[in-house]
């Protein structure tokens, strides 16, 4: 594939077998890598969490998860050598020995199957909208749960993105900080600079959308385009028609939230309350915008309403310290005044020497 961006080498080129994994680490944190599965955690911090436990695991998701959207799966096809390298950079990172590299369809785990290295193991995932999901893969490829509320990382657990550690290669091998990635724009896969208005890559349109048509946001023509942006859409799916309470959102939800009250509850504060917990839960796979016959938009009301949460709950913390403080103060004034009087009483009873 023919790249948009022409590289300049911003680094010294590494030979990664023979230098101390904290160069490598440093390599890392200097590229300004994060990840580009969606997150864009910085890499070199996630790394770092990973080398407090023993033993240490790489994981790499390459499983394609949101229909449409098939960047992952051409990085994969044509530049498998480097992604092999560069899980052999983080095994040696991490100071362990294997890697494991999980794929969403047969014909991408053939085509690693013939580049295999035997420190690498390959696991084909079905692709489900959430079985990309970094939980959710540690599961299907180690058969470890992670609860809801803790990272692989802190369990020693390395989850990374196939376009992350193309660019780990890159930043490594060729000297190259991340400049452009892989997206699917309109359903065909190209190289797209990075920090380029999005009216740039696909035109102006009144309907365009970062990210694949079920999980991504409605997005401003001259928004920048991001390491973390897989696909772009400029024909968003028009508008919905009414929610028919057919409750499919919530029978196809992997996590069982109840997607169709927490939509039914969109516009009631005191109800969504109640649905907080939910609302932080999910991962936003999509599935539930994907099963909808009414083609709503179910994720941007859940993002709406979580970031209003957010802001509600920051708000109340405010004024819980706030309240704090002022009761402290009139405390300390209290004990303050008691102090002098106290002080005055004890001189009114006193002796005078005179």
Same mark, same amino acid.
């Given at each position: ?8 080498? #911003?680094?010294?080129?590494? =030979?990664?077998?023979? +230098?101390?994994? %904290? ?5 890392? $944190?200097?590229? *300004? ?39 992952? #799966?051409?990085?994969?096809? =044509?530049?498998?050598? +480097?992604?092999? %390298? ?5 095994? $040696?990172?991490? *100071? ?39 939980r959710a893969l540690v599961q299907s490829v180690l058969g470890q749960h992670i609860d809801s509320d ?205």
């Amino acid at each position: 594939m023919k790249r948009a961006v022409f590289h300049v080498a #911003e680094f010294q080129v590494l =030979n990664w077998k023979s +230098e101390q994994p %904290e160069i490598l680490r440093d390599r890392i $944190r200097e590229a *300004g890598i994060v990840g580009m599965g969606g997150a864009g955690y910085p890499t070199h911090e996630k790394i770092e969490k990973c080398l407090a436990y023993d033993p240490r695991t790489v994981l790499v998701n390459g499983v394609e998860c949101e229909p449409g959207v098939s960047a992952d #799966e051409t990085l994969i096809i =044509n530049y498998a050598e +480097e992604i092999l %390298e560069g899980c052999a950079i983080l095994e $040696r990172c991490l *100071g362990t020995t294997g890697s494991h590299l999980a794929v969403g369809s047969r014909f991408v785990f053939n085509t690693f199957k013939e580049l295999k290295k035997a420190n690498t193991t390959l696991t084909v995932v079905e692709a489900t909208p959430s079985s990309g999901e970094e939980r959710a893969l540690v599961q299907s490829v180690l058969g470890q749960h992670i609860d809801s509320d803790e990272f692989p990382a802190n369990k020693g657990i390395l989850v990374l993105n196939v376009a992350t550690v193309f660019a780990i290669y890159e930043a490594v091998c060729k000297g190259y900080r991340p400049q452009d990635r892989i997206m699917t724009v309109n359903c065909i896969d190209v190289w797209v600079p990075l920090e380029e208005p999005i009216e740039c890559i696909v035109g102006r349109s009144t309907q365009l959308t970062a990210g694949g048509c079920y999980t991504g946001r409605l997005a401003d023509g001259q928004q920048l385009t991001q390491a973390t942006l897989n696909a772009i859409e400029s024909d968003r799916p028009p508008n919905p028609s009414p929610c028919i309470r057919c409750g499919w959102c919530t029978d196809v939800c992997p996590l069982k939230l109840p997607v169709e009250a927490i939509y039914a509850s969109r516009e009631n504060e005191d109800q969504w309350a109640q649905f907080a917990v939910d609302l932080h839960t999910c991962f936003e796979c999509g599935a539930c915008v994907e099963a909808c016959p009414s083609q709503i938009q179910i994720l941007d009301v859940i993002r709406q309403e979580r970031s209003s949460l957010t802001h509600q709950n920051r708000a109340k913390e405010h004024a819980r310290i706030a309240n704090e403080r002022f009761a402290e103060r009139n405390r300390r004034l209290e004990r303050l005044a008691n102090q002098a009087a106290e002080r005055r009483a004890s001189r009114e009873q006193s002796s005078r020497k005179w």
